[in-house]
């Protein structure tokens, strides 16, 4: 009861003395609040839900881009998932679908031999200098592209319910970009 008195003040913006009378008395409420803030409950509480939460919720995106950055393929799946058994999620039926990929590029964390087994083609690790900035070879094909699709505000937060629905939006977003660059040939 005093957490969705809590609740209703953060929703309302209304002061401790006007919660309505369905909620205990103000300074009971503010009393635990307080009480919970001090003791380290809130935080505690804050900690627990975040890890269930990201459990839930947490998406990573892979995509797989040819040397213009065009998407070949996407996928979206669980933030529980490290990116090396992504490799084998974002790969299939790449090959059948595009046989001419010889090599596949990645970052770091596609590296080790989880990655390179499932692999469909050679796997190059493309690391991060950490000397200074430098436009890696290929890896900036991938910034790139990602930029492309945050031109898109519907991809600023990830506010999609199913993965599904998430690479559809992305094959969306190279349509509309491909279309463009379409028409902007048949213009000129």
């Known amino acids: 009861a005093v957490m969705n ?4 003040l953060l929703h309302t913006g209304c002061q401790w003395a006007l919660l309505p009378k369905d909620f205990p008395p103000s300074s009971t409420v503010h009393y635990y609040f307080k009480r919970f803030a001090d003791d380290g409950t809130l935080d ?25 950055g065009l998407v070949l393929s996407n996928k979206v799946h669980s933030a529980g998932i ?6 084998s999620i974002v790969c299939d039926r790449v090959t059948s679908c595009f046989p001419f990929i010889e090599v596949i590029c ?11 087994k499932t692999s469909p083609r050679p796997l190059q690790i493309i690391k991060r200098n950490q000397k200074a900035f430098q436009a890696l070879p290929k890896r900036w094909i991938v910034e790139c592209t990602f930029a492309w699709l945050g ?7 990830d506010i999609e319910r199913y993965a599904r629905t998430s690479e559809a939006l992305i094959s ?17």
């Open 82 to 87: 490290q990116d090396r058994d992504g490799l």
């Open 106 to 116: 990645a970052d770091g964390g596609y590296q080790g031999k989880i990655a390179a």
């Open 5 to 8: 008195a809590v609740f209703y």
């Open 172 to 188: 969306a977003a190279m349509i509309k970009l491909m279309l463009r660059r379409v028409a902007r040939y048949h213009h000129s």
């Open 44 to 68: 505690r509480v804050h900690e627990a839900l975040y890890v269930q939460t990201r459990q839930l919720e947490g998406r990573k995106r892979h995509i797989l881009v040819d040397v213009l």
């Open 151 to 157: 031109i898109n505000r519907r991809f600023s937060k």
